[in-house]
Every structure is written in structure tokens, then in C-alpha cells.
């Protein structure tokens, strides 16, 4: 490919997207019929039992106040960084630095993890018409294809993702509504899952390790800056919808299964059919049809979620191609439509090359590529979203604004310590979340830190190097 002949222009088409585009690609990239089907269940399983849907509450909870203090920053940043522009203006290029490498190491390990996921239940769905292909080749594939897609206007991916998360909404909803309306509840229609001594009580800390991951990637409402229409209302308004969106409707949708089976008997259930846990209720309620449905979906929830997560890593390469002259090529945008189809192709060829490792060294699809690799994405983004509330602290209190003391010191403290808290939480649960009790699992908080450590030292190098060459100059 000459990319040389597309790449003319170094700028995001303005005023590409709305509101709804943006949340369409943050609800998205949560993926709702992957994170109801397919995290819920070992939340309601191994964690609170029935106090999941409190969980999401605490959750989306710990996030708006999150929001409040990140959108009131987004004022005074216009980059498709996302959270590194928001380290960089509060704490310096150094931490900025580290927050950038961190954060693709989130958006990097996710990917790598989805893509084995999709090929799990691709060839599981393939295998039916005897079509079979090792987990690898079905990767392959849907990298390919979400590469291509990346390469198109934004507003192309936008309206393909919104598709994909209304077809998921609505078949959810549908099995919501059946539960409530055919009387079904076996135990009665009733706040199960809501009250505090379910939510907060044994297995709390191993709930929140499924829930905070439904929530990762709303950090794309600040990514979309450049390319959104009236950024300075557009970015609020849109973190505000789907955070909220994301918590209502898993929330809903966690109750209205407890309802089904029974606040006291859903974790036995759960614990008993992990991979039948919502389809046995589709079954039931809706007929065989709806299994079909909700499995195709599934996979197209998969996809739409990979191609999320490829458009928002892609942001991260265009930012460092225009802060670093020896990255600049990353930068380039495709003449035609606008998006940044260098670093698309770059993250297509380090995606792939890490998932041909994988498969040869025979690494298990689900039990170690997808249950590690979404281990150490929560880890990372939850170390990221704390360095952004440090940085919103610093930054209002040395530049001048309009905003409150609520806004600027007691909401980030209050999402800080949250986020903290979230983080030991989560390391404390890995053996639990990946299955594995391996060395190497339980060293990945470590990862975690070295490779913001890493960069950290590379921005500390970088700028030794600048300095050496203009006293040369």
C-alpha cells in the first residue's frame, strides 16, 4: 500500500460526529451482550451473588463522579488523546507519558482478548456447518475486516456501532420485560440485588472486578474531541449518557435475571451453568429462536466492540505521531476520509503478530488469552482513569476557572480513592478472574506499574535528547 499517496493531510475531519455517535462507540466498545451474557454470570456465580446489580450501581456510581471533574477539564483539551492529554496538562509530559504507554497497554491487551474471544464462540457457531478452522484463523479474519473499517469516515463506523448496540439493547430488553411481565420470578417481584447487605456482603470485591470491566473505554467521549460537533457541549453530554446508559440498563438487566431465578437460588444457578446462565431464561421465555438470536449477536457484539477499541487505539498512534517528530508517519491521515489509517495499519500488524505468537506457543483462546489479557486491560485503565483525577486536581489549582471546589478537589479525591481502591480490589481478585494462579497472573499489577515506569523514562529521555540537540544547534 503507498501510503505516502494518502496521507496528505495530519488532521482529523472536524465536525465528523454528534452526541449519539459518540456514546453509540463508548456503550459499544462495553459491549453490552458480551458484558451481560458473558461477564454477569461469574459475577453472580463467584462474587455477591444476587447483589450484582448493586454492584453496577456502586460502579456507575464511582464513574459520574469521575465524569464530573474529567468533562469539566475537556474545556480546556482538544485532542484525540483522550486520557494522556488530560495527564499531560495536569501533571507534565513525564506522567503524561506514562499515562499514554498505560493506557495502549489497556486498549492493546483488550483487543488481544476479544479477538481470541470472538474466535471461541465463531468457530463454536462455524463448527455447526461443519466449517472448522483452528481459533486463530477466525482473528485473523475480523482483524482484517476491522481494519478496513477503520480506514472509512468515522461516521460510517459510528452508525455500523450504533446498529450493532440497538440489536443488543433490544433483545436484552425483550428478555427483561418477559421476565417481568409473564410472572415468572420465582420467588416474587422484588428489590433483590439492591439492598445493602447483597451488594456489600461476601464476594463484593470479586463482583466489582466483572463490573468495573463493563465500563472500560468511556474514555472515548474525550478521544472524538477533534472530530465532534460543538466539543465543549457534545463531550460532557455524551460521558453523562453513557455512563448513565451503562449503568441503568446492566443494572436492570442483572435484576431482572435475580428476579428469574431467585435472589436466593441465582448463585447456585449461575455457579451451575455459567455458559447457559441467561440463554436457559432466553429459552424458556422467548423460545429456541431467541438462543439463535442472542448467539449471533453475541459475535456481532464482539466485532462492534473490536471495532471500537481499534478506532480508539488508533487515536493514541495519531497523538504520538504529532508529539513525536520520529513517529510523525503516524499522524497522516487518509486524504479521502479523514481517519488516521497509518496507525491503523500499524496496531493491525502488532495485533496480529502477537496473536500469531500466541497461537504458536498453543495458548488456550479463552483460559489464558482472552482471562489475562482482560486482567491486565482492567488494571491498566483503572491505573490511567486514577493518574487523570491526580492531574484534574493539579491543573485547577494552578490555572485559573469558573469551577467549584466540589468540582475541582472533593469529586476527583472522592473518584481517586474509589479508583485506588478499585485497583486492589481487582488485584486481589486476578486468580479469580483470570483462573489461573500462575506467577505470572498475579505479577501483572507489577506490569502494570513498570510499563508506566517505562514511559515515564522514555519521556525523561526524550526530552535529554531535545535539549543536547539545540545546545548543538
Not at 243 to 265: E, K
Amino acid at each position: 500500500m503507498d501510503v505516502s499517496a494518502n496521507s496528505s493531510n495530519t488532521s482529523l475531519k472536524a465536525n465528523a460526529i454528534g452526541m449519539l455517535h459518540i456514546v453509540f462507540f463508548v456503550v459499544a466498545a462495553a459491549a453490552p451482550m458480551t458484558a451481560v451474557v458473558g461477564a454477569t454470570p461469574p459475577a453472580f456465580a463467584f462474587g455477591s451473588g444476587a447483589g450484582v446489580p448493586g454492584a453496577f450501581v456502586v460502579a456507575g456510581a464511582l464513574y459520574l463522579v469521575f465524569s464530573r471533574p474529567f468533562t469539566a477539564m475537556s474545556l480546556y483539551v482538544s485532542s484525540a488523546g483522550g486520557f494522556y492529554e488530560y495527564i499531560l496538562k495536569g501533571l507534565g509530559g513525564v506522567v503524561g507519558c506514562a499515562g499514554a504507554v498505560v493506557s495502549m497497554l489497556a486498549y492493546f491487551a483488550v483487543q488481544l482478548g476479544i479477538y481470541a474471544l470472538f474466535s471461541v464462540f465463531m468457530a463454536a457457531t462455524m463448527a455447526r456447518f461443519d466449517i472448522t478452522l483452528p481459533w486463530w484463523c477466525w482473528s485473523l479474519l475480523v482483524l482484517a475486516l476491522v481494519t478496513l473499517l477503520g480506514r472509512y469516515k468515522i461516521e460510517v463506523s459510528g452508525l455500523l456501532l450504533g446498529v450493532c448496540m440497538v440489536a443488543e439493547i433490544a433483545v436484552l430488553m425483550l428478555l427483561n420485560i418477559a421476565i417481568i411481565a409473564s410472572g415468572s420470578a420465582s420467588e416474587g417481584l422484588s428489590v433483590a440485588g439492591f439492598r445493602p447487605s447483597e451488594v456489600f456482603g461476601h464476594g463484593f470485591g470479586v463482583s466489582m472486578v466483572f463490573v468495573l470491566g463493563a465500563y472500560v473505554g468511556f474514555e472515548a467521549t474525550a478521544i472524538f474531541a477533534e472530530e465532534a460537533r460543538n466539543p465543549r457541549r457534545t463531550i460532557p453530554r455524551a460521558t453523562y449518557v453513557a455512563v448513565l446508559l451503562i449503568t441503568v440498563f446492566y443494572a436492570f438487566s442483572s435484576w431482572a435475571i435475580v428476579q428469574f431465578y431467585g435472589p436466593s437460588q441465582v448463585q447456585q444457578r449461575a455457579q451451575a451453568n455459567l455458559d447457559g446462565f441467561y440463554m436457559s431464561a432466553a429459552e424458556q421465555l422467548l423460545g429456541p429462536w431467541a438462543v439463535t438470536l442472542m448467539s449471533v449477536l453475541l459475535l456481532v457484539s464482539l466485532f462492534a466492540c473490536l471495532l471500537s477499541f481499534h478506532n480508539t487505539l488508533n487515536r493514541y498512534f495519531y497523538v504520538i505521531g504529532k508529539k513525536l517528530p520520529a513517529w510523525r508517519m503516524l499522524s497522516h491521515t487518509h486524504a479521502r476520509t479523514g481517519s488516521p489509517h497509518v496507525a491503523g495499519l500499524l496496531q493491525a500488524i502488532l495485533v496480529g503478530f502477537m496473536l500469531v505468537l500466541f497461537a504458536l506457543t498453543q495458548a488456550a483462546p479463552y483460559r489464558i488469552v482472552f482471562s489475562w489479557m482482560s486482567a491486565l486491560a482492567v488494571l491498566s485503565i483503572i491505573a490511567v482513569q486514577a493518574l487523570v483525577m491526580m492531574a484534574a486536581m493539579r491543573f485547577f489549582k494552578r490555572n485559573a476557572h469558573h469551577h467549584s471546589q466540589l468540582t475541582t478537589r472533593v469529586l476527583p479525591m472522592v473518584a481517586l480513592v474509589g479508583l485506588m481502591a478499585a485497583f486492589v480490589l481487582v488485584s486481589a481478585n486476578l486468580g479469580l478472574l483470570t483462573g489461573s494462579d500462575s506467577l505470572a497472573v498475579h505479577a501483572l499489577p507489577l506490569l502494570v506499574i513498570s510499563m508506566g515506569v517505562l514511559g515515564a523514562i522514555s519521556a525523561l529521555a526524550y526530552r535529554r535528547y531535545r535539549l543536547r540537540q539545540t545546545a548543538t544547534e
